[in-house]
């Protein structure tokens, strides 16, 4: 579908139907800006980041995510997938790990339009919200993220979507 600039409305599937919905309503991917920080001794390494991020969710889920070698070495994919509008699933990735050095392409869709890409660094962190897609593929050996949920894994609020 293409958008014209003077379209307010779109038409767009939820549950199932077609609605007529103003355009600043549908889920997008946001980009938060925060303040990274990054701590150490001879005992470890803290990376993180800490700002106003606006959570729009009950978090129920934290996962830290390591990409081995081989997924680097490979181009193995992380994600590939759309949560259902309807599952109500947002997830927020955090990217660990130094600013101003490329770790992660991350390729998007949101509800509607076309596949997009950026380059993720160390501090970098990203809103998905229910219904848009996400994929990552890690440039460096052991780049790390943290995924934040409102919700717990469950395999039937997924869809795959080659973003890669």
């Known amino acids: ?88 699933q947002w997830e927020m990735i955090i990217v660990l790990g130094k600013r101003k050095s490329p770790l992660f392409r991350f390729r998007y869709r949101n509800y509607i339009g076309k596949t997009h890409e950026k380059v993720l660094m160390g501090g970098d962190v990203v809103l998905v919200p229910p219904g848009c897609s996400l994929a990552l593929l890690g440039i460096r050996p052991g780049v790390q993220i943290i995924e934040i949920s409102n919700q717990e894994y469950k395999k039937k609020n997924y869809i795959d979507d080659k973003l890669f």
């Not at 919905?21 to 991917?29: E, G, K, M």
């Not at 606006?54 to 889920?61: K, S």
């Not at 996962?63 to 509008?85: D, M, P, Q, Y």
């Open 1 to 88: 579908m293409t958008l014209r600039k003077n379209n307010k409305r779109i038409k767009y599937s939820h549950n199932k139907k077609m609605v007529l919905a103003p355009l600043d309503i549908l889920p997008h991917v946001s980009f938060l800006k925060c303040k990274e920080f990054e701590s150490f001794d001879s005992r470890r390494i803290i990376s993180g980041v800490a700002g106003d991020f606006g959570f729009p969710m009950q978090l129920r889920q934290i996962k830290l995510i390591c990409f081995s070698n081989e997924a680097i070495k490979n181009k193995l994919i992380v994600g590939n997938h759309r949560h259902f509008g309807e599952s109500g």
